[in-house]
Structure formats: structure tokens, C-alpha cells
């Protein structure tokens, strides 16, 4: 996603997935973007996903625009909004863009106007319509799953927490005492101890 304000070339070219609508009219990475990204000589990435894999995409981005440097800012999800949402509100511009693995960052941020619209045409061309989201403010390159794991020979599948609400119950909620049996304490069968 593109930080409102930023004038980077940024690192669209690695996204399998982007949001459109019909309304955005596709962006070929054409030699007036590349000259302005070029002019400015960096763009700044703001990232919660490995260290290593941020580094090889930023690695192929340069590759691909010598003359220009992606410097990749990791931290966690959180920390990369709070510190994004105390730049802006310091009237700051540091970050060009920014990957989170927290959806509703992307709903705070459109709501408050803080989303560039841009499609670029390669997603335009290869990416089904009915797979993009209307706004064309974010693009989503990974995904990550949260599953509910648990012993099956301490919890029958009857009574295994079927949602995340579940989780809220004070059966699962229970700290592991080291003197107590295992399978006296609900909570350590879901390794919350």
C-alpha cells in the first residue's frame, strides 16, 4: 500500500494480488515514474514480514532499478502502525509504503485518507476482477493462517473451541500449575501455559 505523500517508485512489481476498480486507471511503470523515483533515489519500505525474505524482494526491486535503494524498515504489525500514525500525525514522511499482516490497518487508514490509489498494469492485465478489491488503495502479496490447534486425547472433538470467541471461555483460559497433572488443567491442552 502507498502512503499518501510519497513520490518512491515503491515495490509494486512483486504483488500477485492488488486491489482495482474500474474507475483507477492502470499504471505502466514508465520511464516518467521511473525517472521521478530515480530522482528521489530511494524508497523507503515499511514491512512486518521476514527480515530475510523483506530483503530479498527489496534485493530483486534493485536489481531491476539500479538507481534506486529500497530501505527496508522491519518491525511487528503493531509497531509498524503506531509508528506510521505518529509520523503523520508530526506532519512525516518517511515511509513510501507500507506491508502489514493486519487487515483492519488498511480499513483505518482508508478511512482517514491516508491510502494512494494506484494500479499497476500488470495487475490490471493478469489479476481476475472478481478476486480485487473496488478501492485499488492496497495490494496483498501473502497470507497467513491462524488455526486453533489441540490435543485430541485431552479434548474430544465435541468440545474443542470451534472460533476465536471460544478461546474467551475460562476453560481455556486456565494457567498450567507445574504440580498439577496435565490433564487436570483445560488451558495447557491448547499450550497456553
Known amino acids: 500500500m502507498f502512503l499518501t505523500g510519497s513520490a518512491a517508485l515503491g515495490i509494486a512489481s512483486f504483488t500477485p494480488r492488488?486491489?482495482?476498480?474500474?474507475?483507477?486507471?492502470?499504471?505502466?511503470?514508465?520511464?516518467?515514474?521511473?525517472?521521478?523515483?530515480?530522482?528521489?533515489?530511494?524508497?523507503?519500505?515499511?514491512?512486518?514480514?521476514?527480515?530475510?525474505?523483506?530483503?530479498?524482494?527489496?534485493?530483486?526491486?534493485?536489481?531491476?532499478?539500479?538507481?534506486?535503494?529500497?530501505?527496508?524498515?522491519?518491525?511487528?504489525?503493531?509497531?509498524?502502525?503506531?509508528?506510521?500514525?505518529q509520523e503523520l500525525a508530526s506532519g512525516i514522511h518517511a515511509g513510501d509504503l507500507v506491508n502489514t499482516s493486519d487487515g483492519a490497518h488498511f480499513v483505518i487508514w482508508r478511512r482517514t485518507g491516508r491510502l494512494e490509489q494506484y494500479l499497476p498494469i500488470e495487475a490490471a492485465q493478469f489479476l481476475p476482477k472478481d478476486q480485487i478489491d473496488p478501492d485499488c488503495t492496497f495490494m496483498s502479496w501473502r497470507a497467513s493462517l491462524s488455526v486453533i490447534a489441540y490435543n485430541s486425547n485431552l479434548v474430544k472433538s465435541e468440545e474443542a473451541p470451534s472460533s476465536f470467541a471460544d478461546l474467551l471461555h475460562p476453560r481455556w483460559l486456565e494457567r498450567h500449575d507445574p504440580d498439577s497433572d496435565v490433564s487436570d488443567n483445560p488451558g495447557n491442552w491448547l499450550g497456553l501455559s
Do not use: C, M
Open 18 to 85: 492488488v486491489s482495482f476498480a474500474d474507475t483507477v486507471p492502470a499504471t505502466a511503470t514508465g520511464p516518467a515514474l521511473i525517472a521521478a523515483a530515480e530522482k528521489e533515489g530511494k524508497v523507503v519500505w515499511y514491512t512486518s514480514v521476514d527480515l530475510p525474505v523483506a530483503e530479498k524482494v527489496a534485493r530483486g526491486f534493485e536489481t531491476k532499478h539500479p538507481a534506486i535503494s529500497v530501505r527496508v524498515e522491519r518491525n511487528g504489525s503493531e509497531r509498524l502502525f503506531q509508528r506510521i500514525e
